[in-house]
C-alpha cells in the first residue's frame, strides 16, 4: 500500500515541478463545466475541439498538463497532443491537480 502512495505523491510532486517550470494547463470540459470552476489560469478547449486547435497550442511553445472532470477526456487530449509532438501530461481530475499545483 506504500508504493502506491509513494507513486501517486510522486506523481502530483511532478505535476508540480511541470507546472511550476511553466507548463499550461489545457482544460478539456465543455464550456458549461468550466465555468461552474477550473484552475485559474487554465485555457478551456473542449476535447471535441482539440484536434483542430492543435496548431494553436504548439504556438505556446511550453508543455501541457490537460484536466477535465475525472480524468478520462484529459487522458484523451494527452494522445491527441502526444500525436502531435507536443510534450503533455495527463493532469487528471481538475480538482485533484489544482491540489497537486499548489
Same mark, same amino acid.
Given at each position: 500500500?506504500s508504493n /502506491?502512495?509513494?507513486?501517486l505523491?510522486?506523481?502530483q510532486?511532478d505535476? *508540480? !515541478? $511541470?507546472?511550476?517550470s511553466?507548463a499550461?494547463?489545457?482544460d478539456?470540459?465543455?464550456?458549461?463545466e468550466?465555468?461552474?470552476g477550473h484552475?485559474?489560469g487554465a485555457?478551456n478547449?473542449?476535447?471535441?475541439? /482539440?484536434?483542430?486547435?492543435?496548431?494553436?497550442?504548439?504556438?505556446?511553445e *511550453? !508543455? $501541457?498538463?490537460t484536466?477535465?472532470?475525472s480524468?478520462?477526456?484529459?487522458g484523451a487530449?494527452?494522445?491527441v497532443?502526444s500525436?502531435a509532438?507536443l510534450?503533455?501530461?495527463?493532469g487528471?481530475a481538475?480538482q485533484?491537480?489544482?491540489?497537486?499545483?499548489?
Open positions: 500500500m /502506491l502512495f509513494m507513486q505523491f510522486k506523481k510532486k505535476l *508540480k !515541478s $511541470i507546472y511550476l511553466g499550461v494547463i489545457i478539456v470540459r465543455t464550456p458549461g468550466f465555468s461552474e484552475i485559474k485555457i478547449i473542449p476535447l471535441d475541439r /482539440l484536434p483542430e486547435n492543435v496548431h494553436e497550442v504548439k504556438r505556446l *511550453k !508543455s $501541457i498538463i484536466c477535465c472532470r480524468g478520462a477526456r484529459s487530449a494527452l494522445t497532443l500525436q509532438g510534450e503533455a501530461y495527463n487528471g481538475w485533484s491537480l489544482e491540489q497537486a499545483i499548489q
